[in-house]
């Protein structure tokens, strides 16, 4: 079984950051991308930002310059450095991780539960 857990959302004042953190857990043999989706009332859930294991990484056009996403390939976890956070970011912040448990086996796509991040105008 593999998990993903989301931590460090929260209520934030326009302007302000949060760091998002996303440990990756369980039987792990490799992880592809990891990445950061979010989801706001009545909207679909979107894309923010990705990385792969090689640390190519990329943004949405909505968060290009104000986030930046880093990842620890020897924990598994991967982060969201959000700065000049605007109410418009408001959402449910997913991990996202495309995981091979075994050597030789498929990679699988996974998901958080989601963290609430809440920024007041």
């Known amino acids: 079984q593999v998990q993903l857990v989301e931590s460090g959302g929260g209520l934030v004042q326009a302007g302000g950051s949060l760091r998002l953190s996303c440990d990756a857990s369980?039987?792990?043999?490799?992880?592809?991308?990891m990445g950061w989706y979010r989801q706001a009332p009545g909207k679909q859930r979107e894309s923010v930002a990705a990385?792969?294991?090689?640390?190519?990484?990329n943004y949405s056009d909505s968060v290009k310059g104000r986030f930046t996403i880093s990842r620890d390939n020897a924990k598994n976890t991967v982060y969201l450095q959000m700065n000049s956070l605007k109410p418009e970011d408001t959402a449910v912040y997913y991990c996202?991780?495309?995981?091979?448990?075994?050597?030789?086996?498929?990679?699988?796509?996974?998901w958080g539960q989601g963290t609430q991040v809440t920024v007041s105008s």
């Open positions: 996202n991780a495309l995981i091979r448990a075994m050597g030789n086996g498929p990679f699988y796509n996974y």
């Open positions: 369980g039987s792990i043999f490799s992880i592809s991308i």
């Open positions: 990385t792969t294991s090689g640390g190519r990484k």
